[in-house]
């Protein structure tokens, strides 16, 4: 197999012998500080780097150059994304499920969980209590299963998700987490409406993805690389990748991770969406201890400030997996989308305390949003509930160029704010909202264009008053 990222075969563009010859080159130059600072030069320009300069950066060893590698990563962040932090909650449908995967609680052996799908009405009340928390966007998850989760039930639930308008409630955006599917039924999804379509790679290295995925139709290597592929030529252009950190050694998957975003943008011409970063947890028969690639919060952070790095256009995202302080840490650089009050089992939400029976993994985060939101406010950030994007048709490229041209100030900001002043008014607990309308006040003064200034004050005027949803 030789390596091309033009190839459409997973084993060419996420090729072995290129990643194996990557993390070499890396541990040959990770004290080569003439090289480290000549990547890091490349990297201020913000165009990305390749996974050869990333994974070199990845490995460094030198204290400076690594303080300098979360300089540049945080400078990127604010320059992209600005302060804004877009929040949006889990929604587990099913955790029936027919693959073996050797982390995931949902396995078809584990006997001991109950098996739960949610009715359409019970999806209502799940919307329901979510949309009484706040949330706006939801990524939904499921299990594999053709008989009890096939693609018409996920399609009846996206529509069920959307119709639900509970007091000033609504659900604008809904990502979907679903296993790799057919081109056709990608074309469905699109067709319904999704948002982003997400799917972990779990681990890039072929062998080891085989010995975790042991049964079912995860198994397959290759039906799961290639499935962005399918997704994109089904007319999704925003896709989610991500690895499951912890599977396996982490200077492999991640650069099988840039291999898997420069595939992407070579041969559709626009790179994913977002980037996940999740590490496996404790769940009902897993025990994270059982996985031998574990690695500290340091090297995690690290991880994500290169990824931020490498690929300054791809949004990032960190879940409730995160403790509150690793959470802190990692949104500095460069996380721009968190899940908050995430619960993770089938019907969580409408239940008092957070249950555990069908729990798909521990949740280190367990603030409820109104306390996330004021916890990002007092860390000086903008929680946003924006939806904006794709519903204005801003996807894939489009989504791309308005990063490169600068004007996500004009637009983002203001949206950011927007949704926000919605939130304090329908939502929020009162310290949140006295603390909320002085960050929109602020915030205000730091939209570049006059006119659009005085727009969002009209419009803050007009959702004071009882109007939702503005944007730009
Ligand atoms: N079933 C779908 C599939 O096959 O991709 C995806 C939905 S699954 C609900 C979402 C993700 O949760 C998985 O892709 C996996 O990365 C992650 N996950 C599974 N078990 C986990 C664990 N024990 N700890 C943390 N994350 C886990």
Same mark, same amino acid.
């Given at each position: 197999m030789k390596y091309d990222r033009n190839s459409l075969k997973a084993e060419e563009f996420i090729n072995d012998e290129e990643i194996n010859d990557t993390v070499r080159y890396a541990n040959e130059h990770k004290d080569d500080l003439e090289l480290i600072d000549k990547i890091l030069e490349k990297a201020k320009k913000r165009k990305g780097l390749d996974h050869r300069d990333a994974s070199v950066l990845l490995a460094c060893t030198d204290a400076s150059r690594i303080r300098k590698i979360y300089d540049l990563a945080e400078q990127i962040k604010k320059d992209f994304y600005g302060n804004r932090i877009v929040l949006f909650a889990p929604l587990y449908?099913?955790? +029936? #499920? !027919?693959n073996g995967c050797l982390y995931c609680p949902y396995h078809i052996k584990n006997k001991n969980i109950p098996r739960k799908k949610l009715t359409q009405e019970e999806v209502a009340k799940e919307v329901i209590a979510l949309q009484d928390m706040g949330h706006k966007r939801l990524a939904i998850e499921a299990g594999e299963d053709? !008989?009890?989760?096939?693609i018409e039930y996920i399609l009846e639930c996206i529509d069920t998700i959307y119709s639900i308008r509970h007091k000033n409630g609504a659900i604008r955006r809904v990502n979907v987490n679903i296993a790799a599917t057919t081109v056709d039924d990608y074309r469905k999804l699109k067709d319904a409406g999704i948002g982003t379509y997400i799917l972990f790679q779990e681990t890039y290295n072929k062998t080891e993805y085989e010995r975790l995925h042991p049964t079912g139709p995860k198994h397959d290597y290759a039906w799961h690389t290639e499935a962005m592929d399918r997704a994109m030529d089904g007319g999704i252009d925003d896709v989610g990748i991500g690895v499951l950190f912890g599977l396996d050694n982490y200077s492999y998957e991640f650069a099988g991770l840039l291999m898997h975003a420069e595939h992407l943008e070579a041969v559709h011409g626009v790179g994913p969406h977002t980037i996940s970063v999740p590490r496996v947890k404790r769940a009902d028969d897993i =025990? $994270? =201890? =059982?996985? =031998? /690639?574990s690695l500290d919060d340091e090297m995690f952070c690290r991880i994500a400030a290169c990824i931020r790095i490498a690929v300054p256009y791809t949004g990032m995202i960190i879940s409730t997996r995160e403790t509150p302080e690793v959470r802190e840490k990692i949104i500095r650089l460069g996380v721009s989308q968190i899940s908050g009050g %995430?619960?993770? %089992? !089938?019907?969580? +939400? #409408? *239940? *008092?305390e957070r249950p555990h029976d069908t729990e798909q993994f521990d949740v280190s985060d367990n603030r409820t949003l109104d306390e996330v939101v004021n916890w990002l406010m007092r860390a000086g950030y903008i929680p946003s509930f924006c939806t904006a994007c794709y519903r204005e048709g801003r996807t894939g490229d489009r989504f791309m160029e308005l990063c490169k041209s600068g004007q996500i100030q004009n637009c983002c900001h203001p949206n950011a704010l927007m949704t926000l002043k919605e939130f304090l008014l329908d939502y929020a607990s009162e310290d949140t909202v006295r603390l909320g309308d002085e960050v929109i006040e602020r915030e205000?003064? /730091?939209? $570049?264009?006059s006119k659009v200034q005085d727009i969002v004050r009209d419009r803050l005027t007009r959702i004071v008053e009882g109007d939702r949803d503005f944007r730009f």
């Open positions: 449908l099913s955790n +029936y #499920c !027919v053709p !008989v009890n989760n096939p =025990d $994270p =201890d =059982d996985f =031998d /690639n %995430s619960r993770t %089992s !089938v019907g969580g +939400y #409408c *239940e *008092e205000i003064g /730091n939209i $570049p264009s």
